[in-house]
């Protein structure tokens, strides 16, 4: 039998949660789905086993995990259909009335839900940095160390190098110096002069001044610790004999070679696009982050009327925007369930509003500074882009020259994007390569349509989808 329900929010995430507990503060009602065990999302990963059984790396793992704790508590109290350890694989608009099914996977087991209203906060990805020798056992993201460090406390033995640029790459050595687990070194791929050029945005930045405090108090942190720091970083490789071994890199010209055993990649983050994909959204190309997002109006709400994007899965922009973003998607939905007044819903949203136009005054400031790379579509050839199927950016030159004229067009020609990520990993680094070869925009290039199952089912679950 499917159930009905007003809502469904799918991620719980800080996005998530703040729709959530909105929709609850007035009385509403809303369905939960998240893939995780665990509510928080990526900033606040395992949140409460952290605060519960390992309270004493809360000093290392950031004063953010409090303002979490903040969050989750109140989700956890309101939201009584949360239902964790759920995947969302499919949405399918059932009718012009605009009610929408969506599939799910628990425990093995697929489910549907029939709704009126969808929030999809599925959040960011990290930018998969393809550089020759990125797929070698030993080299992960700089998010894979930070995840494995914040669910269970491990972290990689040997010697680590961080290679990237962001504010993920200083938040995640800080925390490692603060658990006393050494780095051997940075490797800053941030461009030349990118500080000076950020220096523009400063004063609006000032209007998120704790933002600015905290990334100097991070920066400090590295700069007093004894790791070695290498700036404006090219040309990196990884290389070894079936695992990392070596690395090697450009500064200024000279050449450098280190021998490491864990090199962490970082490159920014982008909008999870796969659900709004799949639903056929319009998407509009970033030049400054450098990546595609839905199409949203000013309460998150996209061209399909009751279907909202809110959080990085809209545009990155950070936890506490997506807070913001989360409660005014929220309200808009209560009013139009009338469990609110239009004249209440107005305040609510303009304070919410304001909140967010305050926060969002860094993001100028720090996309200037950690800009996202151009670089990855001039990738040397022999470099894998598409890590499931094994096609290099030279195969997908090749196709090029011979008249492929987009990554869809690609998938026939060389399968690139049709492993078992579905274009997941390797999508925004197509459409890189594909624009340069073809001398055009990333935004006329395009990107892979994306079909269901977002990401991989058994097909005994498909199968009995309609007995559960
Ligand atoms: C790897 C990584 C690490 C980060 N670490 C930090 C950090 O240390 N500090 C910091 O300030 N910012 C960090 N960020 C950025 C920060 O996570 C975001 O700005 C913020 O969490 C955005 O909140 P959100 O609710 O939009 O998304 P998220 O917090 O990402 O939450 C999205 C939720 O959606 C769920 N989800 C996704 N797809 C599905 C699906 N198909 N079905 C069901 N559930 C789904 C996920 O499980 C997740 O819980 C990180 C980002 C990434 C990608």
């Known amino acids: 039998m499917t159930l009905c329900v007003d809502v469904v929010i799918i991620g719980a995430g800080p996005a998530g949660m703040s729709a959530s507990n909105m929709i609850h503060e007035y009385g509403g009602r809303a369905v939960i789905l998240d893939e995780q065990s665990e509510p928080g999302g990526q900033i606040y990963k395992a949140i409460d086993r952290v605060m519960?059984?390992?309270?004493?790396?809360?000093?290392?793992?950031g004063s953010a995990y409090h303002d979490g704790a903040r969050l989750t508590k109140k989700f956890r109290s309101q939201?009584?259909?949360?239902?964790p350890g759920s995947m969302v694989w499919h949405i399918e608009c059932r009718n012009l009335d605009g009610l929408y099914n969506i599939f799910y996977s628990q425990a093995g087991v697929s489910k549907k839900i029939e709704t009126k209203y969808i929030v999809i906060a599925t959040g960011a990805m990290e930018r998969p940095v393809p550089i020759p020798g990125w797929t070698l056992p030993g080299v992960m993201t700089v998010g894979a160390v930070q995840s494995v460090l914040k669910n269970s406390g491990m972290y990689p033995s040997g010697k680590l190098v961080l290679a990237g640029a962001g504010p993920l790459v200083l938040q995640l050595a800080?925390?490692?110096?603060?658990?006393?687990?050494?780095?051997?070194?940075?490797?800053?791929?941030?461009?030349?002069?990118?500080f000076l050029k950020?220096?523009?945005?400063?004063?609006?930045?000032?209007?998120?001044?704790?933002?600015?405090?905290?990334?100097?108090?991070?920066?400090?942190?590295?700069?007093?610790?004894?790791?070695?720091?290498?700036?404006?970083?090219?040309?990196?490789?990884a290389s070894g004999d079936g695992r990392l071994q070596?690395?090697?890199?450009?500064?200024?010209?000279?050449?450098h070679c280190l021998k490491a055993d864990t090199l962490a990649?970082?490159?920014?983050?982008?909008?999870?696009?796969?659900?709004?994909?799949?639903?056929?959204?319009?998407?509009?190309?970033?030049?400054?982050?450098?990546?595609?997002?839905?199409?949203?109006?000013?309460?998150?709400?996209?061209?399909?009327?009751?279907?909202?994007?809110?959080?990085?899965?809209?545009?990155?922009?950070?936890?506490?925007?997506?807070?913001?973003?989360?409660?005014?998607?929220?309200?808009?939905?209560?009013?139009?369930l009338e469990y609110i007044k239009e004249s209440q819903r107005d305040l609510i949203i303009e304070d919410r509003?304001?909140?967010?136009?305050?926060?969002?005054?860094?993001?100028?400031?720090?996309?200037?500074?950690?800009?996202?790379?151009?670089?990855?579509?001039?990738?040397?050839?022999?470099?894998?882009?598409c890590r499931c199927e094994e096609i290099t950016a030279a195969e997908i030159r090749e196709v090029v020259k011979k008249?492929?004229?987009?990554?869809?067009?690609?998938?026939?020609?060389?399968?690139?994007?049709?492993?078992?990520?579905?274009?997941?990993?390797?999508?925004?680094?197509?459409?890189?390569?594909?624009s340069k070869a073809l001398e055009k925009k990333p935004a006329d290039v395009g990107a892979f349509r994306v079909r269901p199952p977002i990401k991989p089912l058994s097909l005994e679950e498909i199968v009995t989808l309609n007995d559960n």
């Open 353 to 385: 509003k304001f909140r967010r136009l305050l926060d969002e005054g860094i993001r100028p400031f720090l996309d200037t500074l950690f800009p996202a790379p151009e670089r990855i579509g001039e990738v040397p050839d022999k470099t894998i882009i």
């Open 403 to 434: 008249g492929c004229s987009g990554p869809n067009q690609a998938k026939a020609f060389l399968r690139c994007g049709m492993g078992i990520c579905q274009g997941r990993m390797c999508g925004t680094s197509v459409t890189e390569v594909m």
């Open 246 to 255: 070596n690395l090697s890199f450009k500064v200024n010209e000279t050449k």
């Open 79 to 83: 939201a009584k259909d949360y239902q």
């Open 52 to 61: 519960r059984d390992r309270p004493n790396e809360l000093s290392w793992l």
């Open 198 to 237: 950020a220096l523009r945005h400063f004063p609006r930045a000032l209007f998120a001044g704790d933002y600015l405090y905290k990334g100097w108090n991070l920066t400090n942190k590295i700069m007093q610790s004894n790791i070695k720091v290498y700036r404006n970083v090219t040309e990196l490789n």
């Open 174 to 194: 800080s925390q490692l110096i603060g658990a006393g687990i050494s780095i051997l070194a940075i490797l800053d791929t941030s461009p030349k002069g990118s």
């Open 265 to 336: 990649l970082h490159e920014g983050i982008l909008p999870n696009v796969q659900l709004t994909r799949l639903l056929d959204l319009e998407h509009v190309w970033s030049p400054r982050q450098r990546s595609f997002s839905p199409v949203v109006n000013s309460w998150g709400e996209t061209s399909l009327s009751g279907v909202f994007v809110v959080g990085d899965g809209a545009g990155v922009s950070g936890a506490r925007t997506a807070e913001y973003s989360g409660a005014i998607a929220g309200i808009i939905i209560l009013e139009r």
